[in-house]
């Protein structure tokens, strides 16, 4: 946070005294830029000496931030805003330690930047090294959780990046909050300030200026919210976008899969967190496993609490089973819902997959493992699985420590996006005087 | 080339009995995508025969390339375009030979897809893998010289990509009759005719079709030409692009630089080809190298050829230096010019390269080992060197093979972009049914 922008505004127009928004935005940009290239060059024990100090202060800042996230909570109740809002926005004593937990963690990963990713040793004696660098500047548009403020400011700066965070104006107390704990961090490694940059003012016209990418100073934008953010995001934005859509995500069930493994990796993988976007949405079950498998698991779903909507096969196993039109093969529930359909062998569920999925993570569940090598090669997602919940994808359970989001795209980063993707790379070629013939 | 979509149109009105050209340009973008699904699964000897073919049926055709190419010589000529734009169209038979060649030595790469990148065995019995897959659809929108055709389809399908070629409409002919060739290997090897696909239309509008990415067909967009092409190319694209502007290029010489090798490597770095991207543009000479090094190292240039702008010392270093202008600093001269100017010790030399430089390719000259490792660490360029010319700037120089271009971005690609930078990746999780607590 820089002294000189704290501003709290609520709409475009200045006030007195005020710099327009535009030029507060470049400033912020130019700010992050220069910060970036002390980042860049910064070792890594000065980077952890920032984060563990930031996750301290946030710890002992927690009277503050919870004073402050009283208040954006009493403004988001009394704009009617849902239950499932205000969860995501509330914070106790055990979240706001949770959080430092966070950046205590992303403290202790490896430092991407400056690892050796390829060396090529030429025959004119040139050794030729691929060597991960920074990205630059990252830009974070986020809605109402506040603890993205700590978790993508830190793994950006594990990354060597600056961050420039755009908190959801109901967050803006909170995560003003969040963000000068981890200032305090930055201050006491001797890190610039402007690592962690978050924008001081509520205006969503802010927004569409980080879209612009600020005249160069944004290399890539991280949307963490909604399918209206993100879509928005990815229509507009003029720099390049790590951006997740939605899962529609399918387990697929093969006769030859043992039934009590098929049962509990069906039911984690839609019931443990029905809010995931690594939750499954549909349920395939092959044509030779209806007789043995297809109604145990839509019983188990039901008996779960999970409302199933299924093709006529799918019906017939249990009358609780309704009917799904051709909307419910595209939909990504994110509750205790899922779609079942009954798929004519391994090329059907595969065509199912690629007409309806959204290249996030699939799961074929089998013991074929000839069906599994060609449902993980063929399925074109960001994570395929054999025999596992859809559930494990996540930056944690990956070993990455901590992700900003998992991407669905295919251009930099794919699949959760850790400290490792938030990083770029370069050639450094040493020689002994030579020149190409 | 697709048989039904082959009308030569010069500008955007539709005649009677051919389709709209948005209509054209979106069933090519359909039938890449189609094609882009059967490629990333084709296995590597496919694409090889493919190639191999393909670099035969050219050779076989060689009297009709040079027949269309005489064609395009004459329109270029009689449009009064300059030697050097004629010299890129012109073929002979040495050079239709030396593109069937660059095809074969594409096939002999290693396959990209399906590469474990990295390996990931979880606590919890998982075992996660980083595979390499291809990126889709690739757009190659490039100027006179028809070889793009040969080189960027066959790069694309070794990676199992799809192929979007758009030709300078001066190269129409010429490219036409490359991608045919092309084609007759992908029918060889019975692979999709819609692998690589020449827009089959001189029309300009369809430039602008490509940038919107078809409807979602293109997933990465290469121009490949002069810097109005390029800025056009990344001000207009909604999807990514590979792409460099240009290479401002620093080599910076220090007194402990063994001035034979020095001469050598700045000769070669600036002249032994002017007009490449890896060109040298700017010569940085450190303040204590000015007594032994400045004037030979000038010399040396204006000896073979060079012009040479320098400031107040170089100017003082031989009496053929004209005095450079702060605009000197900034150009990619891409001739035989270069800018000369002392810097002040290395600090000096980095804030240089850091004001003027493209991020391109830049080398040191030294025998102090701290100074290189700081100068290959702290300049933030695609390709930095120590004691090498920067015309080492090349895929095949690297060992790439080859590459479709330098990209000077940080995202994705950076540097040569040969078949891994054409590629993407997944993650591949194989389980015995854990679920997720």
Sequence with gaps: MSAAITADRTHAASRAGEPPLADLMAEIGRRARA????????PAEGKRQALIAGAGALRAAERVILAQNALDLADARAAGRPASFVDRLMLDPGRVDAIASAVEAIAALPDPVGRVLATFDRPNGLRIERVATPLGVI???FESRPNVTADAGALCLMAGNAAILRAGSESFRTSSAIAAAMGEGLATAG???DAIQLVPVRDRDAVGLMLTGLGGAID????RGGRSLVERVQADARVPVFAHLEGVNHVYVQASADLDMARSVVLNSKMRRTGVCGAAETLLVDAAAVPTHLAPLVQALLDRGC???GDTQACAADPRVV??????????YLDAIIACRVVDGLDDALAHIGRYGSHHTDAILTA????????????DSAI????ASTQFADGGEFGFGAEIGIATGRMHARGPVGVEQLSSFKYRVRGSGQTRP
Excluded: Q
Excluded at 384 to 387: D, K
């Design 35 to 42: 910060a970036s290239h002390r980042l860049a060059l910064a």
């Design 307 to 309: 409302a199933v909507r």
């Design 139 to 141: 830009g974070v548009i």
């Design 220 to 223: 890539v934008i991280v949307p």
């Design 368 to 379: 074929d493992a000839d069906a599994a090598e060609r449902f993980l090669a063929e399925v």
């Design 191 to 193: 890190l610039p300030a």
């Design 384 to 387: 395929v699985l054999h025999n």
């Design 323 to 332: 009917p799904a039109s051709d909307e419910d093969w595209a939909t990504e």
